[in-house]
């Protein structure tokens, strides 16, 4: 089945530091794969997505992922983090069931900034 | 544009009250979907619609109602709501419901039911 793991529920970082943000999927053929962020009371926005290629994708606000697939994750990462980082961030794999495009989502993972 | 637009953001209705949430989207996508999300918790899938017709119904309770009138606006109706359906409603549109490139979201309206 389907299904994508984001082990941490939450992760403090003080500002100025890097970031790793874990994501492991399970998916039979190729993931699409994309990090959403969502800060408090707001929509979603796509920072990234991996569809082919390069396995180390940019993507905005200075975040970037890799793509492992020997290890099955989509890991976040920045490398220095600033107080307007502090949101939800949600992993999720772009999958077709019965013809239709549906993303399977992990839980989240709740980023708190320390000053 | 690559805007999906949602109104209202809040919303507060009574149990006995009718009411609509809208989306919009001008990308040209052909399917449009709505998501409820609680709190803490990703979205969960409710209707998908694609061009123009009601593709997906994830088990939704009737008392639910989408719409879809146009390629540009999908509309979801509420009528008789408890109060576990407060939640944030989100509105996404992608090119075709067998795309797999990207969803864009709306911001979602904040649905309160008192």
């Known amino acids: 089945a389907q299904s994508v793991t984001q082990p941490d529920i939450h992760i403090t970082v003080s500002e100025g530091a890097s970031l790793e943000l874990r994501c492991n999927y399970s998916y039979g053929a190729t993931p699409y794969l994309f990090w959403y962020v969502q800060s408090p009371g707001q929509g979603l926005q796509l920072l990234l997505k991996y569809f082919s290629g390069d396995t180390l994708v940019q993507g905005i606000k200075g975040f970037e992922a890799e793509f492992k697939r020997s290890q099955s994750s989509f890991n976040l990462r920045k490398p220095s983090v600033h107080w307007s980082d502090a949101a939800e961030y949600f992993c999720?794999?772009?999958?077709?069931?019965?013809?239709?495009?549906?993303?399977?989502w992990g839980a989240g993972t709740k980023l708190i900034i320390k000053p | 544009d690559t805007e999906v637009t949602q109104t209202p953001k809040h919303l507060v209705m009574g149990m006995t009250n009718k009411k609509s949430l809208k989306c919009e989207q001008h990308m040209g996508h052909r399917a449009m979907y709505w998501y409820k999300q609680k709190a803490k918790k990703p979205p969960e899938l409710m209707f998908v619609y694609s061009y123009e017709k009601l593709s997906i119904n994830e088990s939704v309770p009737s008392r639910f109602s989408p719409e879809c009138p146009n390629s540009s606006l999908l509309n979801l109706h509420l009528h008789a709501l408890q109060p576990e359906d407060s939640a944030l409603y989100l509105c996404?549109?992608?090119?075709?419901?067998?795309?797999?490139?990207?969803?864009?979201f709306g911001q979602g309206t904040r649905l309160t039911v008192v």
């Open positions: 996404a549109s992608s090119q075709a419901r067998t795309d797999l490139t990207e969803a864009f």
């Open positions: 999720a794999v772009g999958a077709l069931t019965d013809s239709n495009y549906q993303l399977i």
